[in-house]
């Protein structure tokens, strides 16, 4: 059984920060591209950002320069470093992960969410 556990997430004052962080576990081979989505009432669910196995990042263009994804593949980890956050960035955010399961099946997984709000 596979499980993304996030957190980090809470309250914080606009051009605040805060770091979320996302942690693997259990039955894989291997993670290769993780993301962080978001999903504020009553939109869609949005891509965020996106980091290969290699690390290769990309961002939605709302949060370039002021959001950084990382990850650590030997911990089975990645992070999202929030900087000058937004209104606007108030939201759940999730985790996912493509993986290699151990029977060589790559899968993809979501995380149980994490709050994040942004106060004027």
Known sequence: QVQL??????????GGSL???????GNFFLLNT?????QSLGQQRELVA????????????SVKGRFTISRDNAKNTMSLQMNTLK???????????????????VRNYWGQGTQVTVSS
């Open 50 to 61: 996106t980091i290969t196995r290699n690390g290769n990042t990309d961002y939605v263009a």
């Open 19 to 25: 770091r979320l962080s996302c942690a693997a576990s």
């Open 5 to 14: 556990v996030e957190s980090g997430g809470g309250l914080v004052q606009g």
């Open 87 to 105: 209104p606007e960035d108030t939201a759940v955010y999730y985790c996912h992960a493509d993986l290699l399961g151990t029977d060589f099946k």
């Open 34 to 38: 993780m993301a962080w989505y978001r």
